[in-house]
């Protein structure tokens, strides 16, 4: 007797399994989501990982090389001007750098997200007090802003986030209204008006899904656009104060040795590099896998 086929097989690959195929079979989504997935890693086991205290001075141990110019495997990755371990201060300054991105892509998202399809979805006088709000954000310069506001305010963990968090907006509502503005008419739009859906429940559950590979893709490069703010804002004394370990400021304070000891700066500059280029990378991927009939 013919034994009766299994459904899987008449029915092929459900979304999820094709939508974790096109994930593991592209290659810049892959090395971006390994490599951010071991600095979350790194980061959530600092305490664990990092070799000394990263607060710790010892000007006895001041200016030590790292081992690959002749250190010692006591500090691998060397010491700064204070004789604090480069490593241990690299291991936490991850903490700083992922915790910022996160936080300020988060808040400038629900900012931008909810301005954007208000706007998209509502039209008329919505959508032309939404605009004329993104033309004022986009007239003021982000760095020139956030520096005088941290200056104002002073520099600290807290104020820099939210000074991000504020500032970064302008994309998120720029893509959501234009992807609202797309489906707002689709049919299945129209079906859920028909059928007395509340406006919020359409917003949530018939158009938000429908732009959430947009939306994915513009959260990945805020983060690394946040990222890439605070190390400005930290390298030029504006940012994360000292001794808290961030990888702007392990910049600003190898700046002075750069002709004598440039390790002091490549190797958080390095890594800095590495963290933007993977979190760009997993976007891009993402937004490939997520719309991939808008793909070649």
């Known amino acids: 007797m013919t034994a009766l086929p299994d459904i899987a097989e008449i029915t092929g690959p459900t979304p999820g399994q094709q939508l974790r195929k096109r994930m593991f079979g592209h290659q810049g989504f892959m090395i971006g989501a390994i490599f951010l997935a071991l600095l979350v890693l790194v980061a959530i086991l600092a305490p664990v990982l990092a070799p000394h205290d990263p607060y ?16 010692t495997w006591e500090h691998p990755l060397g010491t700064d001007h204070l ?17 910022i991105g996160a936080i300020a892509a988060l808040i400038s998202g629900l900012i931008g997200t909810t301005l954007g399809i208000a706007a998209g979805y509502f039209g008329g006088r919505v959508d032309a007090v939404v605009t004329f709000l993104i033309n004022v954000r986009l007239a003021m310069p982000v760095v020139l802003v956030a520096l005088a506001v941290v200056a104002i305010l002073g520099g600290s963990l807290n104020v820099v986030i939210g000074v991000l968090g504020l ?27 028909a059928i007395g859906c509340s406006t919020p429940r359409i917003l949530l559950s018939e158009i938000l899904p429908n732009i959430l590979n947009n939306l994915i893709v513009v959260v990945t490069l805020e983060m690394a ?15 994360v104060q000292p001794p808290t370990p961030s990888w702007g400021l392990m910049v600003s304070e190898g700046k002075n040795m750069m002709l004598f000891e440039p390790w002091l700066v ?3 500059g390095a890594v800095l590099f590495l963290l933007v280029l993977a979190i760009n990378l997993m976007g891009d991927g993402l937004r490939d896998v997520t719309a991939p009939e808008n793909r070649n």
């Open 167 to 193: 500032l970064l907006w302008d994309r998120f509502a720029v893509v959501m209204r234009a992807s609202t503005l797309q489906i707002r008419n689709r049919e299945f739009v129209a079906a859920a008006r």
């Open 225 to 239: 656009h946040a990222i890439l703010l605070e190390a400005a804002l930290s390298f030029l004394g504006l940012g």
């Open 83 to 99: 004789g604090r371990d480069y490593l241990s201060r690299l291991i936490y300054g991850a903490q700083i750098s992922l915790l």
């Open 56 to 71: 710790a001075q010892s000007l006895g141990d001041r200016m030590v090389r790292p081992v690959f110019m002749g250190g």
């Open 266 to 268: 490549l190797i958080p």
